[in-house]
């Protein structure tokens, strides 16, 4: 299956890794931890603004909350996170999911992502590692984890060789930090789980989602 049409959700456009940053500043980072939050998170993302969502593959359930949230949620682009494998890659195309993002880049990740039609935001966080996803074609990378691997100093740092390259940086960031972050002519948008507090989940607290999604789209 291909990124251009999921037999559940009808037909959609095929994508490009930069469309990614065309829908908003942020993009969430999702966990879910329960199948019948899938549905109204995504939801109050969108009622928000927020379109494109990255849920993780890190729980029993997100591959059924990738596709539960394509099925029922046509405007939202639904993609998989956390992708570390081969078998990774095809399961979440299996499951609907328009686009991947990767923790870090492996030639494995990159071929098993072209072959299926999966655009990918591969994660990196040196130069070498920029050096070898753009090797493989990959421009828009995810810079993970941000805080914690040079931030907005590195980022700097890293447009000088690699001009020709932008970035979707990721972890450790917040609502205050961001626009630090989205000033950066080398940064398109920035990841973050801010938007999707656990507690605000566990309660059902959809509005306050929607508030932390219109909070994000309105930053830069
Ligand atoms: C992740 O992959 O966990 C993301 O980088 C989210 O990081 P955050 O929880 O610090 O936003």
Redesign the pocket.
């Known amino acids: 299956m291909t990124n251009t049409r999921s037999s559940t959700t009808g037909t959609t456009a095929p994508l490009v890794p930069a469309d990614l940053a065309r829908h908003g500043p942020v993009i969430p980072?999702i966990v879910v931890d329960q199948l019948d939050h899938a549905v109204p998170l995504a939801r109050a993302l969108v009622a928000g603004g927020v379109k494109v969502l990255e849920v993780?593959l890190r729980t029993p359930v997100a591959l059924a909350a990738i596709e539960a949230m394509a099925r029922a949620v046509p405007e939202a682009i639904v993609g998989a996170?956390?992708l570390r494998t081969a078998a990774d890659v095809r399961a979440a195309c299996d499951a609907g999911a328009r686009f991947g993002v990767s923790?870090g880049y492996t030639r494995e990740i990159g071929a098993a992502c072209r072959a299926a039609g999966l655009p990918l935001l591969p994660g990196v966080a040196t130069a070498g590692e920029v050096m070898a996803a753009s090797a493989d074609g990959h421009d828009f990378l995810k810079f993970?984890?941000?805080s914690a691997a040079g931030g907005v100093p590195m980022l700097k740092a890293l447009a000088g060789p690699f001009a020709d390259v932008a970035f979707c940086p990721?972890?450790?960031?917040s609502v205050e930090t961001a626009p630090q972050y989205l000033a950066l002519p080398n940064v398109r948008v920035v990841?973050?789980?801010?938007l999707t507090p656990a507690d605000a989940l566990r309660a059902g607290d959809w509005s306050r989602i929607t508030q932390l999604a219109r909070a994000a789209s309105a930053l830069r």
């Open positions: 980072v993780t996170g956390t923790p993970f984890p941000a990721t972890g450790g960031i990841g973050g789980s801010w």
